[in-house]
Nanobody, 126 residues
Framework: QVQLVESGGGLVQAGGSLRLSCAASGRTFSTYAMGWFRQAPGKEREFVAAITWSRSTDYADSVKGRFTISRDNAKNMVYLQMNSLKPEDTAVYYC????????????????????WGQGTQVTVSS
């Protein structure tokens, strides 16, 4: 069983920054891609960013150039650095593990991810 625990959310003014962290359990962390998704009230969960086991990355168009995903396999951690935040970034952010080991491409579909954290709230005020 894999557990994912997010942290780092909060309230920030537009233009500000936040760094989300996701702590993962398990000894095979380094062999799976990890992703970040978000869900705003009344909206479907959407892909934000992901990083493969080989550190290839991909981002939603809405966050490209502002968000950066990274991972530290020694610590079983994945991070999402969010800069130049906008009110439309307000959402609950979820960390998730790709369900396929050693996948070499980023997948953006939530159904491809098998473990999810509980989420962390990010609120950006205007």
């Amino acid at each position: 069983q894999v557990q994912l625990v997010e942290s780092g959310g909060g309230l920030v003014q537009a233009g500000g920054s936040l760094r989300l962290s996701c702590a993962a359990s398990g000894r095979t962390f380094s062999t799976y891609a990890m992703g970040w998704f978000r869900q705003a009230p009344g909206k479907e969960r959407e892909f934000v960013a992901a990083i493969t086991w080989s550190r290839s990355t991909d981002y939603a168009d809405s966050v490209k150039g502002r968000f950066t995903i990274s991972r530290d396999n020694a610590k079983n951690m994945v991070y999402l650095q969010m800069n130049s935040l906008k009110p439309e970034d307000t959402a609950v952010y979820y960390c998730a593990r790709d369900g396929t080991r050693f996948r070499t491409i980023v997948v953006v579909t939530a159904s491809e991810y098998d473990y999810w954290g509980q989420g962390t709230q990010v609120t950006v005020s205007s």
